[in-house]
């Protein structure tokens, strides 16, 4: 074990030492290991550390510098690469999961004693630190940042350090506020930058509304990208399109992209920054683009939302006349379309229920039959008036007439008194 980096280290690490060895030994000595096999070393690990009744980020922190250390000296970090990223990982959202459950002051303990580790090697692309590290920020307390963004800055030497590091470096300066030394970072000393090392950048930028910036760092970093060919990036771009001024052209082919893969979550945050009047002119250009996509099942949610969203219920009527071929399966969409429907206008519901009884009476299964009795008890709450009962009364006799010899359905409609 290298030089201790904190009192408790040296003292845990001998008592730990043993379990240490036998995962290192798990994790290299077989020629083949699938994800199966990873898992089954990580689980042993984490009850080894459980039974160890002590601080367990403290705990977690050791085992994975044991580990850590046993890759270095063994030379083996590139060999077992995949091996070590997955224990990690696994690690990691453990120490995660811990951290949700402590006081601040604690916090603050174990991130002081995590940086120095990631100080400490700073060089090595392998040290699992920096990804510890990020995977706490996603969620860390705002009175955390300028205190890591501080430590880093006064010993990280960004010329040497690992890839890796100088990622993470950047997104600690972009909370912190800096997004001048965020973005220089990435520009200067990333080689290679891919759409996933800054996927986290973006998003922070998109929730505090940094259009304009976000615009800027799309032509820093990517020069030579042209405005559809961003890959997983492509919904900033789209998202920062739409809340800035652009084209007429532009915002159409926003929404050409949208189509191929419609969402309504990617919907709303697209056309959020129109004006209800905008939008309703365009929901009424996208609906007949979604209708001959309604074999895809997104696209048929995306579909009912937006009918819903916009109150087209004489389309709604119309779409589930069409379309729904199985009323006993409605989607949990389909059922709050329905409901809204009944509630504007229980007279404009009827066709739908009508429908629905005779589908599910066709069926000739009790299944069907339960479910077809259950519409007919609603449907009769849409007959409200005398002249509507009547109305009703005549269409339960027709009914019964039509499906007389289904005997199981006949008994459906006593049972309810019908």
Not at 143 to 155: A, C, Q, T
Request: hydrophobic share 35%.
């Amino acid at each position: 074990m290298n030089s201790s980096l904190f009192p408790e280290e040296a003292e845990l690490y001998l008592e730990m030492e043993q379990d240490i060895n036998h995962t290192y030994q798990l994790l290299t000595s077989s020629r083949y290991v699938n994800n199966r096999n990873l898992e089954s070393v990580c689980t042993d690990a984490k009850t080894r550390v459980k039974k160890i009744r002590k601080d367990p980020l403290l705990c977690f922190l050791v085992y994975m510098n044991g580990i850590y250390t046993l890759s270095l000296r063994g030379k083996n970090t590139h060999e077992y690469e995949r091996r070590f990223i997955y224990f990690f990982q696994s690690i990691t959202h453990e120490i995660i999961e811990v951290l949700q459950t402590i006081q601040t002051n604690l916090y603050r303990q174990f991130l002081s004693k995590l940086i120095a580790l990631v100080i400490k090697d700073q060089q090595d692309q392998y040290a699992p630190w920096p990804p510890l590290l990020q995977k706490m920020l996603y969620e860390i307390r705002a009175e955390h940042i300028e205190y890591i963004y501080v430590r880093l800055s006064k010993k990280i030497e960004i010329a040497s350090c690992s890839r890796h590091l100088v990622l993470t470096y950047s997104y600690v300066a972009l909370l912190s506020g800096k997004e001048v030394t965020s973005l220089m970072l990435l520009q200067k000393h990333v080689s290679a930058l891919g759409e996933q090392d800054v996927t986290s950048h973006f998003q922070i930028l998109k929730e505090r509304g940094r259009w304009r910036t976000m615009k800027q760092w799309f032509h820093a970093l990517f020069p030579h990208k042209k405005n559809n060919q961003y890959g997983s990036l492509q919904k900033f771009v789209d998202e920062m399109n739409s809340a800035l001024p652009i084209s007429q052209k532009e915002q159409e082919l926003i929404w050409e992209r949208w189509l191929l893969s419609p969402n309504f979550q990617r919907f709303q945050t697209y056309s959020k920054h129109l004006s209800k009047q905008q939008q309703l002119t365009l929901v009424e250009r996208l609906l007949p683009e979604l209708e001959k996509r309604l074999h895809q099942t997104e696209a048929a949610k995306t579909y009912e939302k937006l009918l819903l969203m916009f109150e087209k219920y004489e389309l709604a009527v119309r779409y589930l006349l069409k379309h729904e071929r199985d009323p006993l399966r409605l989607r949990e969409e389909k059922i709050e379309l329905l409901n809204a429907i009944t509630t504007y206008d229980k007279k404009l519901a009827r066709p739908v229920y009508h429908q629905f009884i005779v589908r599910l009476v066709e069926k000739k299964s009790r299944v069907y039959y339960e479910q077809a009795a259950l519409y007919l008890k609603e449907l009769h709450e849409l007959y409200e008036s005398e002249q509507d009962q009547i109305l009703f009364r005549q269409y339960v006799s027709k009914l019964k007439k039509m499906y007389r010899t289904y005997r199981a359905f006949v008994e459906e409609l006593k049972r309810i008194d019908l």
